[in-house]
């Protein structure tokens, strides 16, 4: 138990890092292609 | 939402791309953020300051793909990104629609009652005819088709930069599960 638990600790750490590089991943991808496309939706007129 | 999928079907984990500079991708669209997607701030931007920060924003973001180009996808990306930055900048700063494109997008009436020239809404697009927008085949022509439940006009560009983020999402290389 004693062993597990330092372990369950650096695992959680693990993944709670990938996690966050994932957004911050998919975040970029978003405003690339935000920033890069332009297709107009109702060009803010409407809606 | 594939990539993950696949990951999934071949017991691996997904891995977001490994994007390098992540801030710049930041400080570039920030910027496009104030100009069109805030209201607060889009509504009293003058159209010459909105132009000249979508062309600034674009050319950043194309350093930004540039610097990340080994990853999948991203040439087709910035193939896209070089299209649509092209027609934005000999246009004036912001992407041609023509009237009849536009009018598939909002009421007929509505698009009669804009000044040709003048900018669609809030968008980053203007109002151009055809055969007074320059590179016209690269411009805001194409219409999703009507079935689709959003309404939107794109151009080829948009067509290559979603086929690039596509094409990077859904063939990220996998690693194997691990504790």
């Known amino acids: ?47 | 939402m594939v990539g993950s999928l696949n990951a999934y079907i071949k017991k691996q984990v997904f891995q977001a791309p490994d994007f390098k500079i992540t801030w710049l991708a930041v400080l570039a669209f920030a910027p496009q953020f104030f100009a069109f997607y805030l209201p607060a701030t889009r509504e009293w931007m003058p159209d010459l300051l909105v132009a000249m920060i979508l062309v600034t924003s674009q050319v950043l973001l194309l350093a930004f793909a540039y610097l990340n180009r080994k990853l999948v996808g991203m040439w087709v990306l910035i193939g896209g990104l070089v299209l649509n930055l092209a027609v934005i900048s000999v246009n004036g700063g912001f992407m041609p629609i023509s009237p009849e494109t536009a009018s598939h997008l909002v009421p007929a009436a509505l698009v009669q009652s804009m000044p040709l020239e003048s900018r669609f809404g809030k968008s980053k697009d203007i109002l151009l005819l055809p055969e007074n927008t320059h590179l016209e085949w690269l411009a805001d022509r194409l219409i999703a088709p009507q079935w689709f439940p959003l309404q939107v006009a794109y151009s080829v560009g948009d067509i290559l930069i979603a086929t690039g983020a596509f094409w990077m999402l859904a063939h990220q290389p996998l690693k194997k599960e691990s504790l």
């Open chain 1, 1 to 47: 138990m004693k062993n597990k638990l330092p372990q369950l600790f650096v695992f959680s750490q693990k993944i709670d890092r990938k996690k966050i590089q994932m957004i911050f991943a998919i975040l970029a991808l978003a405003m690339l292609v935000l920033g890069a496309g332009a297709p107009a939706i109702g060009g803010g007129v409407i809606g």
